[in-house]
């Protein structure tokens, strides 16, 4: 079974400090890739996913992420966060083939962005 | 206005009793989830559903039951068997069950649990 691993739990940064958030999954085949985020009082929702081709993937308000399929990460960033980015960020897997389709999350990281 | 819906959005609960967390879609969507979400563990899959009248056991069935009897609809009951059911329940549903590897998971705004 797949596993990811997200090792910040809470990350805190002013606004317009750049971002990096870790996720490495533990699987040994082909993966479709995600990052949700959680916004106070909000929806999960979407933030950019990878399924195949270039591994750099742009997703909304300026965040991006890249797969290193050798690392076995995908990573979130972003260049310069806003106050309005605060909320929780989670990583997730799931298997392309086999009986291991089903989305495996991360435990999550809360960021805090001091205005 | 298509979403998810999940109700009610607070949800206490006694010793001994079971409840039922409602979640419908008007997504047209073929699958639905149940996910478990407490703090500093993620979101663990309780039971998923791709079509009407056939659901799967997740990772962390035990003490919970659904059903699947529309397309529309997956009620998740907490019954007495589930010793610690306070958390932070999120319903999901995806386009299509052949693709269901690649499908977008969207969610609902979730129901909070709570034991009196």
């Known amino acids: 079974a797949q596993s990811v691993s997200q090792h910040n739990h809470h990350v805190i940064l002013s606004e317009a400090a750049s971002l990096e958030l870790g996720c490495n999954y533990s699987?040994?085949?082909?993966?479709?890739l995600f990052w949700y985020v959680q916004y106070p009082g909000q929806h999960l929702q979407l933030l950019l996913k990878?399924?195949?081709?270039?591994?750099l993937v742009k997703g909304i308000k300026g965040f991006e992420a890249e797969f290193i399929k050798s690392k076995f990460s995908f990573n979130l960033r972003k260049p310069s966060v806003q106050w309005s980015d605060t909320a929780e960020y989670f990583c997730?897997?799931?298997?392309?083939?086999?009986?291991?389709?089903?989305?495996?999350f991360g435990s999550g990281t809360q960021l805090t962005v001091l205005p | 206005d298509g979403g998810i819906t999940q109700s009610p959005k607070y949800l206490f609960r006694k010793e001994g009793q079971n409840v039922t967390l409602s979640c419908e879609q008007n997504?047209?969507?073929?699958?639905m989830y149940w996910y478990r979400q407490d703090p500093g563990q993620g979101l663990r899959l309780i039971y998923y559903?791709?079509?009407?009248?056939?659901?799967q056991k997740g990772d962390i069935a035990e003490g919970y039951s659904v059903s699947r009897e529309k397309k529309e609809s997956f009620p998740l009951t907490v019954t007495s068997a589930q010793k610690n059911p306070t958390a932070f329940y999120l319903c999901?549903?995806?386009?299509?069950?052949?693709?269901?590897?690649?499908?977008?998971?969207?969610f609902g705004a979730g129901t909070r649990l709570s034991v009196l």
């Open positions: 559903s791709q079509i009407v009248n056939d659901f």
């Open positions: 699987y040994g085949g082909t993966v479709n």
């Open positions: 997504l047209n969507h073929d699958a």
């Open positions: 990878y399924f195949s081709g270039d591994p």
């Open positions: 997730a897997v799931n298997a392309q083939e086999g009986s291991a389709r089903q989305l495996t």
């Open positions: 999901a549903s995806s386009i299509d069950r052949s693709y269901l590897a690649k499908n977008i998971q969207y």
